[in-house]
Structures are given as structure tokens and as C-alpha cells.
């Protein structure tokens, strides 16, 4: 497996809202047009665990940066 040099992970916004799609649709075009290549993970990407940490569920939040950190392992993911 080659490892990812950049990763561009998506948030809950991104994914589910209309118009932080078009800011994230024009980030992408940005890194294609300078040349940076990234992957995304797709399905095996977990929320951040932020709106937890908000709620004050430190416990759930530290558990979803725990399983997001073992998936970039994985893939040896360098910068985000």
C-alpha cells in the first residue's frame, strides 16, 4: 500500500450541506490546479468527534480521534 502523503478529510458539513460542498468542490480544484495530490478515505472516514466534544462528551470525542488517528495509520498519512 502506498502511503497517502496529504489527506483532505471532510466534515459532517461538507458531506451533508449544500454549501460548504461548493467551498469544498473549489478546495479540490485549488489542489489539482497547484499540483498537490491527496486522497480522501471516503467511507472509512468517521466524523471528528467535534459536535461531542462540543456537547461536553469528551469520552465519545476521544474515541473518534482514536479510531480517525488508527485509519490514517493505516494508510501512513503524513500531513492533513
Do not use: W
Not at 462528551?57 to 480517525?68: D, H, V, Y
Amino acid at each position: 500500500m502506498k502511503p497517502l502523503k496529504s489527506f483532505f478529510g471532510l466534515a459532517v458539513q461538507e458531506v451533508l450541506m449544500r454549501g460548504p460542498k461548493k467551498v469544498t468542490k473549489a478546495f479540490v480544484e485549488i489542489l489539482n490546479h497547484v499540483g498537490i495530490q491527496f486522497a480522501i478515505l471516503g467511507k472509512e472516514e468517521m466524523c471528528t468527534g467535534d459536535p461531542a466534544r462540543r456537547a461536553g462528551n469528551e469520552f465519545l470525542f476521544q474515541m473518534m480521534a482514536f479510531n480517525n488517528i488508527q485509519t490514517m495509520n493505516m494508510y501512513a498519512v503524513k500531513k492533513l
